[in-house]
C-alpha cells in the first residue's frame, strides 16, 4: 500500500486493518462452561409453583433447551469482539449500489428508545395511544407529500412486503372492475424482489428489455401492452441510476390499457423533492425508509416499506389505519378501509422504524429533504465523470445517486473482475460496490456514494479505484488483486463448501470441521 | 437549516464546475420539466434536533399506555431487557450495517446471526433456522408457502387457535397465492379437527395443516393428534409456536413439526408498539432447499480459517427471480442480533427460569381472578404458562378502561382480534366477555394482587 493508504479520509475511509478484529472469535458455545449464567431477574415474591404442577407430564420438558452459559463479562467480550469483525456505515464509506448506505442520525436512535413509545404495547386502546397515532398521520401525510400520493398503510416490514402488498391491492383494483388479468410488466433492470414478488401476487412476469440509452424500450412495451397486462413495476430512476425520462409516455401507455402503475422506491432518495411519483403517474409506490429516510438497516433489517397509493386505491388498504378522528377533538383512532385487502402485519408495521423516519424527517423539512437529493446526484455524478477515464461507464451520460461502472476492460485486458475490484475495495478501507447488478451490465459496479460523503471523502474513494486499475496492470497485479482481500477479518471464503457441506448451526458442525474458533492467526 | 450534508458551499460551486454545470438544477435535466415539483415539498422547513427531540418526546408522552403496568400479551409480551443486552444490540457495527453481502467484513454480523439461528433451532427442536423473517405472521406465511410447495396441495387446514391476525395474514396473501385457507373451528379452547380424511365441504385434503402451541387463548393443544393428522393426508405439519415457553414445554419438532414458525420479540425486543419484531423460522433438513429469506452457514476462508456466509442462495429472490422460494430481502436481523444476545443472557438456566416463573405468575393471577365474582374461566384448559383467557360479567373492553385508571394495562379485549362476531375460535358474547391476560416473569406479587384488586371493581356492573 502507498503512504497515502494509511491515511484516514475524513469521515469516510476506514483503513481496515487497524481497525477491523482480525483474531478469530469463538463461538458462544464454545465460551460456555456450565453452571455459569448472566440472567438476573426481578424480585417478584409470586408463589413457587413447581413445574410438575403448572404442565401436565406429557406436555413438559424433560430436559432444558441447552443454550450457552457465560458470565456478563464473557457475553460483553464476545459480542464486542464480533462487532470489530463487522463493516458499517459508522466506520466508513459505503457506498453499495442500490441500498442507499448514507449516514444514520444518531437522534433517531434516541427517539425510537424513548420509553413513551418504546414502551408501549401494539394492541393497548387508541385513547391510551395518542401520541403513537398523531406521529404515524403526521408521516403519511409527509409520505404523501414527497410521493404525490393521496394515503398510505404502514404495515409492510420491508420493501419487497411492500411490493407484494401493492401487488395485492393491483389484483383487488382489477377483482373490483370485475377484469382478470394475469401480466405484470417489469424492466429487465429490476431488483430481483419484483419478480418474485410478482410471483407471490399470483401474476406472471413478463421481461421488457433496456434500450441503448439504459430505459425501457418503448418499443418493447408497446408490443408488450394489452388489457391483460395489470400493471408495470418501475424503479425510477431505474437501477441503472439513470431517469426514465418516458415515463409520461410509459404511464399514458400502461393506463389505456386499464393497467396500474407501481413505483418501486428504492432509488427515491434521487428525487426527494425534485419530482414526485404522483406526479409521473404512478398509483402505488413503496418506499424504503431504512434507505431514504435512514432508519438506518440493521445488518440486513429492521426496514420499512410503507405503501402509499392513489385516492381510488385508499378502501383497499390494509388495515386497520391510524387516522385523525372526524370529530374536530383533535383525537385519532384506527378505521378500516371499506374494501380493505386485509392485514399484512401481525401489529401496525416496524413503528420504532417509522417513529426514526419521522425524526428524519423534522430534523431536514421540505427544503432539506430536496438537499438531500440534490447532494447526492452531485456526489454521484462527481464520481461518474471522475472514474469515466479509469472504468467503463455503462451509460455515459448523467445520472441520478448512484453510477453504473464496469470492470469489463480491466477483465479484457487483466482478468481483474468486478468481484475482485470490491474486494480490493475492502482492503482500502471502503465498503464495496454492488457487484453484477444490475444483470443487464457486464462486470457492473454499482456505486452510490449517497449524499452524506465529502468531497474529501469522494477523491479517496475515486483514488482508491483508480489505484486498483492501475495495480491490476502491474507485474503481479491481477494475482494480488484475485487474492483479495488480505486486511480483512477473513480471506475469501469457499463459499461451494457452504453450500455443499451445509454448516447452518453450531450443532451440525461435522467433527472434522476446520478452523479452530479459539485460534489466533 | 439544520442537515447531516457536509458539503460547503464552495465545494458545492467546485464540484459543479467540475461537471462543468452552474447550477444544481442542471443535475436533474433528465427529469422532464413539466413534471418537476414547483414550490418544493409540502412539509415544513427542517428544525434543529432539540427541537425534533422536544417533538417526539411530546409524542411520546402522549402515551399513557406507557405508564401501565402492562398485563396484556396476545403476542407481544413485556419480557425483562437487562441493560447489557440494550448495549450489545445498539452497537452501531450492527446497527449501521447492510445485509452482509461482503462476507470479509461482515463476520461480526454472520457469527452472530449463526449463533441466533442454533439457539431457535434448539429452541424449536428442529436442525435448521434462517435467518429471521419480519414477524411472527410472515414466519407463518412463509410456512404456509413452504408446505403447500412440499406437498403440491393448496389446502391448509389451520386452527383458530393461531393468532387471529396471523389468520389475517394467510387469508391476505392467499389472495395471491391462490391457496384455500381453512380455518378449523375451537371448542372450550382447544381445536376440533375435522374427522376422518375430508372437511366438511367435500374440498381437497389439506397440504398443510397448522396449530399453534400454545395457541392464542393460551391453551396447550394435541400435536400429537396433528402429527396423525398430518400424516393421514401427507401434508406438512407447521406448528406456530411460543419460544419462551420452550423454556418449560416440550418443542415443537419433539412433537414432529415439519415446520415451526414464531415471534422473536420476547427475546430482547421492546414492546415497541408492534414493531420491529421477529419472524422465527425453522424446518427439518428435507426442507431446507425451500427455506425462505437467508440462511447462514459455517464454512472457511481461503487460509482455512473459520468464516460464515450466506448460504443455499440459489433459493433466494436476487438469483432466483419469479421462481424464489420467498420475496424477502431485508429481514429483521438487528432483532435477530438482539435474540442472540438475549438467550446469551439467558442461557440454558435463564430461558428455563423465565418460563417457569411466567408460569407461576400466570397460575397464580388465575387461581384468584376466578375467586371474583364475575370473572369465569372461557376456555377448558387449566395448564396456562403465560397466558390465559378470562370471562368478565361486563364486556372486556370496559374492564380495560376501568383498569387503566387504575394504573393496569388489563389484557386485551378479544373482540379486538376476531371482530365483535367472533370467529373460528369464539362466538360473540366470549369476544365481547372475553378477556386476554398475560403474566410475564417482571410481574411481581404486589402487581398481582393490585390488579386482582382492580379487576374485581371493574366486573361490576
Partial sequence: MTSQADVHAPGGRAQSAPIMGRSAEPTIFELSEPGRRSWQLRTTGVKEWSAEELVPREHRRQRPVQLAEVSERDLVAHVTRLSHRQFSVDLGAYPLGSCTMKYNPKICDAVASLPGLAGVHPAAPAAMTQGWLALLVELEEALCAVTGMHAATFQPAAGAAGELTGLLLVRAYHDAQGEHRRRVIIPDSAHGTNPASVTLGGFEVTTVPSDSRGCVDMAALRAALDRDVAAIMLTNPNTLGLFEEDIEEIATAVHDVGGLLYYDGANLNAILGVVRPGDMGFDIVHLNLHKTFATPHGGGGPGAGPVAVSERLVELLPGPRPVRLGNGAGAYGWEMPSRSIGRVHSWHGNALVLARALAYVRVHGGDGLRRVAERAVLNANWLRVRLSGTYDVAFDRPCMHEVVLAASALKRKHGVRALDVAKRLLEEGFHAPTVYFPLVVEEALMVEPTETESPQTLEALAEAFERIAAQAGEPGGPEAAHAAPRTTPVGRLDEARAARVLVPTFDARPASAGGDGSEQE | ?461
Avoid at chain 2, 440494550?86 to 452482509?100: K, M, Q
Avoid at chain 2, 383458530?160 to 381453512?182: D, E, M, Y
Avoid at chain 2, 378502561?401 to 387504575?406: F, I, L, N, P, T
Avoid at chain 2, 365481547?432 to 379487576?455: D, Q, S, W
Fill in chain 2, 1 to 461: 437549516m439544520a442537515d447531516y450534508l457536509p458539503h460547503t458551499d464552495e465545494e458545492v460551486e467546485a464540484m459543479l464546475a467540475f461537471l462543468g454545470l452552474s447550477d444544481v438544477d442542471e443535475l436533474f435535466a433528465a427529469v422532464p420539466r413539466a413534471l418537476r415539483l414547483a414550490g418544493g415539498l409540502e412539509i415544513a422547513g427542517g428544525e434543529p434536533e432539540p427541537d425534533v427531540l422536544a417533538h417526539m418526546d411530546g409524542l411520546a408522552r402522549a402515551n399513557s399506555a406507557a405508564e401501565l403496568v402492562c398485563f396484556a400479551g396476545g403476542g407481544a409480551y413485556d419480557h425483562e431487557v437487562p441493560p447489557v443486552v440494550r448495549a450489545l444490540a445498539g452497537r452501531s457495527e450492527f446497527v449501521t450495517a447492510y445485509t452482509p453481502y461482503q462476507p470479509e467484513v461482515a463476520q461480526g454480523v454472520l457469527q452472530a446471526v449463526f449463533e441466533y439461528q442454533t439457539m431457535v433451532a434448539r429452541l424449536a427442536g428442529l436442525p435448521v433456522a434462517n435467518a429471521s423473517l419480519y414477524d411472527g405472521a410472515s414466519a407463518l406465511v412463509e410456512a404456509v408457502n413452504l408446505g403447500t410447495a412440499a406437498s403440491g396441495r393448496e389446502t391448509v387446514w389451520v386452527s383458530s387457535g393461531v393468532h387471529p391476525h396471523w389468520r389475517a395474514c394467510l387469508r391476505t396473501f392467499a389472495r395471491g397465492s391462490g391457496h384455500r385457507i381453512v380455518e378449523i373451528p375451537l371448542a372450550g379452547g382447544e381445536t376440533v379437527w375435522p374427522e376422518g380424511g375430508r372437511p366438511d365441504d367435500g374440498g381437497e385434503a389439506p397440504g398443510v395443516v397448522v396449530a399453534a402451541y400454545p395457541n392464542y387463548l393460551g391453551c396447550l393443544e394435541d400435536l400429537a393428534g396433528v402429527r396423525a393428522l398430518s400424516d393421514a393426508h401427507g401434508a406438512t405439519m407447521v406448528v406456530a409456536a411460543d419460544p419462551v415457553a420452550a423454556g418449560i414445554l416440550r418443542s415443537a419438532g419433539e412433537w414432529g413439526a415439519d415446520v415451526v414458525v414464531g415471534e422473536g420479540q420476547p427475546f430482547g425486543t421492546a414492546l415497541s408498539f408492534g414493531g420491529p419484531y421477529l419472524g422465527l423460522f425453522c424446518c427439518t433438513m428435507a426442507n431446507v432447499r425451500r427455506l425462505p429469506g437467508r440462511l447462514v452457514g459455517e464454512t472457511v476462508d481461503v487460509d482455512g480459517r473459520r468464516a460464515y456466509v450466506t448460504t443455499l442462495r440459489a433459493r433466494e429472490q436476487d438469483i432466483r427471480r419469479e421462481r424464489a422460494t420467498s420475496n424477502v430481502c431485508t429481514n429483521q436481523t438487528l432483532m435477530a442480533v438482539t435474540a442472540a444476545v438475549q438467550l446469551g443472557w439467558l442461557g440454558t438456566s435463564g430461558l428455563a427460569e423465565i418460563a417457569l416463573r411466567c408460569a407461576r405468575g400466570t397460575r397464580t393471577l388465575r387461581e384468584a381472578a376466578l375467586g371474583i365474582d364475575g370473572v369465569t374461566p372461557l376456555t377448558g384448559s387449566t395448564a396456562v404458562l403465560r397466558e390465559m383467557a378470562l370471562r368478565t360479567a361486563v364486556p372486556a373492553r370496559t374492564v380495560v378502561d376501568r383498569m387503566a385508571s387504575e394504573g393496569f394495562l388489563a389484557g386485551i379485549a378479544l373482540a379486538d382480534f376476531t371482530g365483535d362476531d367472533g370467529d373460528g375460535s369464539l362466538d360473540a358474547d366470549a369476544a365481547a366477555h372475553g378477556l386476554l391476560v398475560a403474566v410475564t416473569e417482571r410481574r411481581t406479587a404486589a402487581e398481582i394482587n393490585g390488579y386482582l384488586v382492580a379487576l374485581d371493581k371493574a366486573v361490576r356492573p
